[in-house]
């Protein structure tokens, strides 16, 4: 079955320090790969998506994923983190035998401090 | 635009009465959706709809109920609230054969 899994459920960091936030898939084809963002008191936000081709993919806000198909592995990236990105982030799998669902990790709050 | 506008933003309700969770979205997506997201259980499907008058489950489906009379418009009803309800539930909609999903703002229902 396919599944989505982010090993961490709360990561802190100091603002100004890069950040990574990890997730793993189990899926039988290529995926299609997907990373949200919640703030606090927000609906979900796309930051980017992988389908195909280059696998260092780049998004909105200064983050990036790269995806990585020996480890199954869709980690997502900033350089310098900022108070403002201090939410929740998921990662997701999109299902092409199910009307393009979405299989949804369980989500990393990301905590930052001063 | 507004997008996916999702009404309450929150509510308490008591155990066993009912309310409907209202969703509207103006982007003529034929996708709608229905989630409840719980801490560290990231979203769980509750119903979706590919068009007016189609509805299907999702993964929990049980203690909820759906309609779907026109594009714009996909409620969510709870009949016998009950404090395992309790969660942030989010609506979304997207176009068919599309991953752009657009999210609501999501309502905070808290069942005592």
Not at chain 2, 24 to 53: C, F
Not at chain 2, 57 to 72: A, H, I, L
Request: charge should be neutral; include cysteine.
């Amino acid at each position: 079955a396919q599944s989505v899994t982010q090993p961490d459920i709360h990561i802190t960091v100091s603002e100004g320090a890069s950040l990574e936030l990890r997730c793993n898939y189990s899926y039988g084809a290529t995926p299609y790969l997907f990373w949200y963002v919640q703030s606090p008191g927000q609906g979900l936000q796309l930051l980017l998506k992988y389908f195909s081709g280059d696998t260092l993919v780049q998004g909105i806000k200064g983050f990036e994923a790269e995806f990585k198909r020996s480890q199954s592995s869709f980690n997502l990236r900033k350089p310098s983190v900022h108070w403002s990105d201090a939410a929740e982030y998921f990662c997701a799998v999109g299902r092409m035998d199910s009307n393009y669902q979405l299989i949804w990790g369980a989500g990393t709050k990301l905590i930052i401090k001063p | 635009n507004a997008g996916v506008t999702q009404t309450p933003k929150f509510r308490i309700l008591k155990i066993g009465q009912s309310m409907t969770l209202q969703c509207t979205q103006d982007m003529n997506h034929n996708y709608m959706y229905w989630y409840r997201q719980d801490p560290g259980m990231g979203l769980k499907l509750i119903y979706y709809s590919v068009g007016a008058g189609i509805t299907d489950k999702g993964e929990v489906p049980n203690g909820y109920n759906v309609s779907r009379s026109t594009t714009e418009d996909f409620p969510l009803r709870l009949e016998l609230a009950a404090p395992s309800q309790t969660s942030v539930y989010f609506c979304a909609s997207k176009f068919e054969e599309s991953y752009g999903y657009t999210f609501g703002s999501g309502t905070r229902l808290t069942v005592v």
